[in-house]
């Protein structure tokens, strides 16, 4: 018997059991997006908006407003802030099916119309499994390091029915990360026409949200903006892989959404 057979063997099942309960995220410790207390806001206070590198923070009058969906997570807003408006937070469940439930706005506002169509679009083609076609638009590499981590024994998405798939005319869903740089546009295009009806697009990380910290620059948009109608939104740079299943299930009516216009539900 080869050695590491041997070996494999001993050290037994490594896939975890999450999401079951109880099982573990692998993601103990692991900083997430920043948390507001926008309550806690001194009047005309802009410092948290001075030092964030991609403009997710605005100064209003009598408070701020965050938009999730351009958070790189750096934590400068945190280390600024005079109040403790803004904390670390270990929350990383940022996948949502309308892009506005990204937005922290001061009276929540919420319209299922969308989300309920595709759900129920969802529930009618697929069932309990799914087929990925990834393109990388201009990635750092960052997200692709966290997809790989999908298919190793701990993760182990096979488990959970989801697959990736070289062609897109077998794929479902067409997962994009990067900010679409003009060079990449035309085959991500293309890769969308060749899949087949009924089809989803998920916008994978911050710069495939709305840019990230290459937002309008010298070769690209605002990630896939006016690209792609986009069906699910998972913002983070990059993404943990924990954060990247529970997106996919959130996709299957398998996870429950955890943000609502701005605001993370335990």
């Given at each position: 018997?080869?050695?590491?057979?041997?070996?494999?063997l001993k050290?037994?099942k490594?896939?975890?059991?999450?999401?079951?309960?109880?099982?573990?995220?692998?993601?103990a410790?692991?900083?997430?997006?920043?948390?507001?207390?926008?309550?806690?806001?001194?009047?005309?206070?802009s410092?948290?908006?001075?030092?964030?590198?991609?403009r997710?923070?605005?100064?209003?009058?009598?408070?701020?407003?965050?938009?999730?969906?351009?958070?790189?997570?750096?934590?400068?807003?945190?280390e600024?802030?005079?109040?403790?408006?803004?904390?670390s937070?270990?929350?990383?469940?940022?996948?949502?099916?309308?892009?506005?439930?990204?937005?922290?706005?001061?009276a929540?506002?919420?319209?299922?119309?969308?989300?309920?169509?595709?759900?129920?679009g969802?529930?009618?083609?697929?069932?309990?499994?799914?087929?990925?076609?990834?393109?990388?638009?201009?990635?750092?590499?960052?997200?692709?390091?966290?997809l790989?981590?999908?298919?190793?024994?701990?993760?182990?998405?096979?488990?959970?029915?989801?697959?990736?798939?070289?062609?897109?005319?077998?794929?479902?869903?067409?997962?994009?990360?990067?900010?679409?740089?003009?060079?990449?546009?035309?085959?991500?295009?293309?890769?969308?026409?060749?899949?087949?009806?009924?089809?989803?697009?998920?916008?994978?990380?911050?710069?495939?949200?709305?840019?990230?910290?290459a937002?309008?620059?010298?070769?690209?948009?605002?990630?896939?903006?006016?690209?792609?109608?986009?069906?699910?939104?998972?913002?983070?740079?990059?993404?943990?892989?924990?954060?990247?299943?529970?997106?996919?299930?959130?996709?299957?009516?398998?996870?429950?959404?955890?943000?609502r216009?701005?605001?993370?539900?335990?």
């Amino acid at each position: 018997m080869p050695l590491w057979t041997l070996f494999g063997l001993k050290q037994g099942k490594a896939s975890t059991a999450w999401p079951a309960e109880g099982g573990d995220d692998g993601q103990a410790g692991v900083l997430g997006m920043p948390r507001l207390h926008a309550e806690r806001c001194p009047p005309e206070c802009s410092d948290c908006a001075a030092v964030c590198p991609t403009r997710a923070i605005e100064a209003l009058d009598q408070c701020i407003a965050l938009d999730y969906g351009r958070c790189i997570h750096c934590q400068l807003c945190v280390e600024a802030c005079p109040a403790g408006a803004l904390e670390s937070s270990g929350d990383w469940a940022y996948a949502v099916t309308k892009r506005d439930d990204l937005k922290y706005a001061p009276a929540p506002a919420v319209d299922e119309t969308q989300a309920q169509a595709v759900r129920s679009g969802i529930r009618r083609v697929f069932g309990r499994s799914l087929h990925i076609r990834h393109v990388d638009a201009g990635s750092c590499n960052g997200c692709e390091s966290e997809l790989q981590a999908l298919n190793n024994p701990f993760y182990n998405l096979h488990r959970l029915g989801i697959f990736f798939t070289p062609s897109p005319r077998f794929a479902d869903l067409l997962l994009v990360t990067g900010p679409v740089t003009h060079a990449m546009k035309a085959p991500l295009l293309a890769t969308y026409e060749q899949m087949p009806q009924p089809r989803w697009v998920m916008a994978a990380g911050t710069c495939a949200v709305s840019g990230g910290v290459a937002e309008d620059g010298y070769a690209c948009g605002r990630g896939l903006e006016g690209v792609l109608p986009v069906d699910l939104w998972l913002p983070g740079c990059p993404p943990n892989p924990a954060a990247f299943i529970h997106a996919l299930l959130v996709l299957l009516e398998r996870q429950p959404q955890r943000v609502r216009e701005g605001r993370y539900e335990r």
